[in-house]
């Protein structure tokens, strides 16, 4: 996978959708409970967290909203003991890239600033065979990966995500949308990694953000952390994160 130094940030806020808590709230308590049966990090050492974009063009207007609100995924993680994060994204038609480690907020929004939109296919196959490539050089905590469409084989990203699922790597899928090809492949890559997926809409991002902040934590302190994190947030963030889909 190449190489770049480019930047990027998280996204924002949504409407409340009455019909949909139930099964919203029921998501976000899978994706706690999933979270404990995967083994944290090793204590002592900075947590690594793959963090991956859709980067076609139909991306565009929450990749601007993500690049203002990255810094949450920083947020918690620095106080539990520090997180590193690799940006990995693919667009047009075959590039992917891989950033280097970042440790803090402004080094993402560096990396995420500096990439633009590119009509294109996913390129999913590749982000979790790359996750594989990097735990192979040092431990990968989690994966994110962030994206809105699937255009590929299945059964290739359900062999990829059973990989990473040997390895202890979640991977925390979260769809912008309601494409229902793509929902389908999302929750099986989240299912065969025990990982989480959830679905937020542009009006969301705000919820979008708490979910990555959620990840940061546990790929920086494991599932105390995470837990820790939803006592906290069990009036406000939660509250948002029911909203979402």
Known sequence: MASE???TTPAPRETPSDPAAASSRAEIDAFIKRARTVAPPVEGKRGRLVFALDATMSRQPTWDTACRLQAEMFREAAAIGGLDVQLVYFRGLSECRASRWVSDGAGLGDLMGRIHCVGGHTQIRKILSHARAEHG?????????VG?????????????AGELGLLGI?????????DPIAEQAFREIARLTRGAYCRF????AHELAELLRAAAVYAA?????????????S???????AQMR
Not at 221 to 233: I, P, T, Y
């Open 221 to 233: 302190g494991g599932v105390k952390a995470l837990a820790d994190l939803s006592a906290k947030r």
């Open 201 to 204: 809409d542009l009006s969301a």
């Open 5 to 7: 130094r480019d930047k």
């Open 170 to 178: 979640p991977a925390f899928v979260f769809q912008e949308g309601h």
């Open 137 to 145: 050089r040092a431990k990968v905590a989690a994966l994110v990966y």
């Open 148 to 160: 809105d469409a699937m255009e590929e084989g299945i059964d290739d990203l359900a062999a990829g």
């Open 235 to 241: 009036a406000g963030a939660q509250k948002l994160l």
